[in-house]
Nanobody, 126 residues
Framework: QVQLVESGGGLVQAGGSLRLSCAAS????????MGWFRRAPGKEREFVAA????????DYADSVKGRFTISRDNAKNTVYLQMNSLKPEDTAVYYC???????????????????WGQGTQVTVSS
């Protein structure tokens, strides 16, 4: 069982930056693949970024590639999402999610993730 708590959301102007954090409970964080997803108003949840358990491989949605960076610190049981050059269309509730370590490559499909945080709101003003 893993509990995930996101933080770091807020209101920022277009072009600004935010760093989201997701703190995980438990002693086995280093065995979980992690992902970030988001849900904008009136839209379905979508994949943002993913990282393998070791942190050795990452994947990004095309809409955020080159602007967002996912990373993890297994010693701190935390995964991060650094968001730069934010755009109004990045406005959404951002969720982190955890899954087992297999397969050992980043996963985009949300049903593959067993554990979810409560989400943190990111609002980008134009």
């Amino acid at each position: 069982q893993v509990q995930l708590v996101e933080s770091g959301g807020g209101l920022v102007q277009a072009g600004g930056s935010l760093r989201l954090s997701c703190a995980a409970s438990g002693r086995t964080f280093s065995t979980y693949g992690m992902g970030w997803f988001r849900r904008a108003p009136g839209k379905e949840r979508e994949f943002v970024a993913a990282i393998t358990a070791s942190g050795g491989s990452t994947d990004y949605a095309d809409s955020v590639k080159g602007r967002f960076t996912i990373s993890r610190d297994n010693a701190k049981n935390t995964v991060y999402l650094q968001m730069n050059s934010l755009k109004p269309e990045d406005t959404a509730v951002y969720y982190c999610a955890a899954r087992g370590s297999y397969p050992d490559y980043p996963i985009r499909r949300s049903p593959m993730y067993s554990y979810w945080g409560q989400g943190t709101q990111v609002t980008v003003s134009s």
